[in-house]
């Protein structure tokens, strides 16, 4: 139990209860109930001791003020008001303890937090550097594509740096003009890394036009997931199949 320095009296009080004691018995008593204090509110029941603690009283003066203010138990003498007073302070004081360990932890917890957050952060941001310098094709800014990064990382397991690079420039590679490269930042939100790109045959038809595998996303579709090299007609005929859900559908912006 943590020391109670402060000793509450009552000026009033104290004066009505020793108005018949004499000098030397008011200066024994008030010696008796500072040890006390400091003692959880008891006295030892060795009155020789008691007589050392009022400077080698009189016996006559301890036995008379025991029996006049205090109690006696098993742990010793006490005085009924102070015992009280110092049970009422430890209960405080330890009300206030637990109150001050709870805030302490909270402010450890949020510092902990903030530091965690801090580092974590400067991590996301220099992995989106270096996948941001290898990317092929730089389409959108940078900053949509961080934002889309930081979303994504924190949100869900994110595939390794090395992976990401090489799905966005395959993505870049397959598409015939830059235009039709999407945004880094919407490729991301798209899970475009899941999306199976094919290498398109080299059969051409009569007018030199290279033929493309109409329904190569499928997989994608059927997760809800539309890229911008899509056309609607092949998705809603997949859908009149049976092959992709409603709500894959809707998740498309279909209104089906």
């Excluded at 080698?56 to 102070?82: M, S, T, V």
């Excluded at 911008?228 to 209104?255: H, P, Q, T, V, W």
Aim: glycine share 4%; with cysteine; charged share 35%.
């Amino acid at each position: 139990m943590a020391k109670i320095w402060k000793m509450g009296i009552s000026p009033d009080q104290f004066i009505a209860d020793t108005q018949d004691l004499t000098n030397e018995e008011l200066g024994v008593y008030f010696r008796l109930i500072c040890y006390a204090w400091k003692k959880e509110a008891y006295l030892p029941k060795d009155q020789e001791r008691l007589q050392r603690i009022g400077q080698n009283c009189n016996l006559k003066i301890i036995q008379y003020l025991l029996k006049q203010f205090f109690i006696e138990d098993d742990n010793g003498f006490y005085c009924k008001a102070q015992k009280e007073e110092f049970d009422w302070v430890v209960e405080k004081s330890e009300k206030a303890k637990v109150s001050a360990d709870k805030r302490w932890e909270k402010t450890q917890s949020e510092r902990n937090a903030n530091y965690s957050n801090s580092y974590n952060n400067k991590y996301i941001n220099n992995l989106f550097e270096e996948i941001w310098s290898q990317l092929k094709v730089k389409r959108g800014t940078k900053s949509e594509g961080l934002k889309a990064f930081i979303k994504l990382f924190k949100n869900k397991e994110v595939p390794e740096k090395k992976y990401i690079i090489e799905k966005f420039n395959a993505k870049c590679d397959s598409v015939a003009e830059t235009k039709y490269i999407p945004h880094f930042s919407r490729w991301l939100n798209s899970e475009g890394w899941t999306e199976e790109l094919t290498v398109e045959k080299k059969e051409q038809d009569n007018f030199g036009i290279k033929i493309r595998n109409k329904f190569a996303n499928l997989g994608l579709w059927k997760k809800g997931i539309k890229t911008l090299n899509d056309f609607d007609d092949d998705i809603l005929k997949k859908y009149n199949e049976g092959e992709i859900s409603k709500e894959a559908m809707e998740r498309m912006n279909f209104s089906v």
